[in-house]
């Protein structure tokens, strides 16, 4: 029974990883990237060829995350080189991803089974615990690189970027380049998610980034709700905590016996009570139409 | 000192040339400004203002005419290229300011304009002090709020911040496009005297746009007129100061109720 | 600060309730078998599957309530809904597993060890991890496979049409599983004397014009179990009748859209199948000593319009055995 709360707690920490990337997108750079899906199949798809190929699962962690900004880098060249909008871009680069995905998994689905896998090492689903550290360790890891970049001079411009686009190009900064970095650390984000999940599950499949926006949405707004403080740091934290909530509620969901049709209902619930709860004055959305008039 | 700071040499913009919807912004303006100078621009609202200072930051390219920057051809330059020399602030405050970052980030910001921004600490600890004794200067308490979001300030303490922002680094330029149109009218005087106070501190030459005749008047060495894209006459020196306010108004307004004619 | 009370309000709530519910399910009664059934999602081939199961037990006497209790799951086509699913199935007293198809399949394989897994309908369990040899899969996992019926839908054009001898076969290079398709269509296809004629197709747009440039040299058309040719199937079966060749399907769509006729693997079936092989399995066989269980049980669909454009005389028997007949 508590290795069902372990599961919750790796999978939130697992899909931590992919909320963090959608922050950065969504919130930091105000660009609603839709390549998430696909990137995060594209992170999975190398992982698990190269581990078929020998490669240590240890190294998924750097071989997603280059899959996964490469992904973001071609959203990111679509939407900055050939002025297509943004939503447009993502969608463009998920379906051109889609097909390369397939062609390197030549086929829908790609056994991990029998291969060794990091996950192997902390001999799971006996032993939570070894696991569980390990995540949080790469978690925490990666949401102090984040608190850090955005607290850098490129990070400043990035946030700028985000925030409004027209003043900073009166200030100099290459928007062209803050975006390409910005989604590519997300995309590689999301990619280093999908290498590790993977790993976890024991098979690569092409559909298996189905779905992962809404749920990091969800999980981003949950984390969210949690705080009224808008400073960096601290949202980097309640949204991993959220993304672990997010997982708890649909285990839980699954144990009353809600079949899997009804998680789509909760997820939507969840983004629903979230923006009630969390309210309004917090995103710069709001901060704008406030100000403008 | 000669005139030779800013050159803008019959400067001419038309829009849709040569069609049934042809409108011209801009007629052979010419004028030199000596370094230093902080002139004021009034006009009625066709009257080629907002296209002069397009014309000047690079947002848009003129049909004919040139414009020097210290004997250096300013049209060549891209307008990612002319940030470097040449800022504004906005009537707008929240366009001129990035509202979710800190009062701190947002002087940095304007601290690192014209270079490459790199992976050390944005707001540096000395930066920090430099903003905190500009801040000081003005009286105002702002430098208190060095590290809260700007989107928490109003209106005029933004086009204070703006004003920083954007003499910083020293520009060669400063435009400031109706900057205060927004603002009470206290505030839009604590904002001028601010303007001024900082204007005079870098001596930064200067070009204010303003609806306002008065605080035209008021600010400022050289007072234009713009007319349908001309100038109407320029004013300096004593002859500024005892200029009367009803007399520009009802220029400007009499120029309106005529019929274009070129 | 209230909203940090009132979240973890809700989240210690839950947190009760979870743990209620969990040590409740446990307690229960040792004597009724429990079964955990998943799917990665809703589809009519995996529905029919898994209705197949549930008549397989009551066939044997189980009937869901009673003496025994199915644990139906379905991840809606999400991999972390997946992955839960195996979770909870892990850490549950069930007394065996069912996974529908390859990816609920790897999913609980990962992670169930020391119980017994059948799964049904996988079409390929040895390149899917799940066993180590379909003869002898060697662990705690057997099943049931759904593979084509290719000498099945082949044997079926000699019924009508036994003069035919050259079959025209479009397929998609990169596809792996047309591989598979291709290779076994031509071992068949061999045994029972015919040549073949391939010609590729890199998409499905390319799929109308492939089939035009072997149209004249060959005497029928067979559609490969390939993603690609099924999704452009509507396009060969024009260019086929237009010349009046027959199309031998390789599911039931493809007759509806035209095809001659096809063998479709009867999906309930395989689920009755599937149920009498956990029967086994509950009653002490062991999973490693079940070879895998290629289901062939097939309905027959004909196109009875199509028959006629072709002036083809439908055989009795093959009237008489059809599942559906399209006009």
Known sequence: ????????????????????????????????????DSSFVLGAAVTTILIRNGMPGILSIFVGFMAGFLGGSLTAILHTRLGIGKILSGILSMSILYTINLRLMNGPNVSLLNQPRIIEIFKIPTNHFYLTLFLIIVVLTIKFFIDWFLQTEFGLWLRATGNNEITSQSFSINTKLTKFVGIGISNGLVGLAGGLITQYQGFSDINMGVGTVILSLAALMLGEALTSKNKIPILTFVIVVGSILYQLIVNIALQLGLAGSDLKLITALIVIISLLIGGKNKYQFYEKKLFNN | MKKNFLIINDLTKIYDVGTSNEIVALKNFSLSIKKGEFITIVGSNAAGKTTLFSLINGSELPTSGSILLERKNLLALPEFRRAKLISCVRQNPNDSVITSMTLAENLALAKINGRNANLNKGVKKEWKKEFKIILESFHLGL????????SSLSGGQKQIIALIMATISKPKLLLLDEHTAALDPNVSKTVLRITDQIVKAGEITTLMITHNIRQAIEHGNLLILLEKGRIGFKVSGIKKQSLNIIEIENRLENRLAKPKNY | MKKIITFLFIVIASVSVFIFITRYKSSNNKQILRVGISQIISHVGIDAVRDGIVAGFEAKGYKNGENILFDFQNAQGETSINQAIAGKFANSNYDIFIPIGTQASQALVNLIKNKPIVFASVTDPVTAGLVASKEKPGGNVTGTSDMTLFKEQLELLKKFQPEDKKIGLVYNPSESNSQFSLQETKKYGAELGYEFITVPANNTGEVMSAARSIVNKVDAFYILADNTVIAGQEALIKVALEAKKPVIAVEQSGVEKGALATIGINYIKLGERTAEMALNVLNGEKPGDIPILGVKDGDIFINSKTAKLLDITIPTDLLEQAKQIYE
């Not at chain 1, 990883?17 to 998430?36: A, E, M, S």
């Open chain 2, 143 to 150: 430098e208190k709020r060095l590290d809260d979001k700007v």
């Open chain 1, 1 to 36: 029974m508590g290795s069902l709360f372990f599961t919750s707690v790796e999978l939130g920490l697992l899909y931590a990883i992919v909320v963090l990337g959608v922050f950065l997108t969504f919130r930091i750079l105000n660009f609603p990237d839709l390549t998430v």
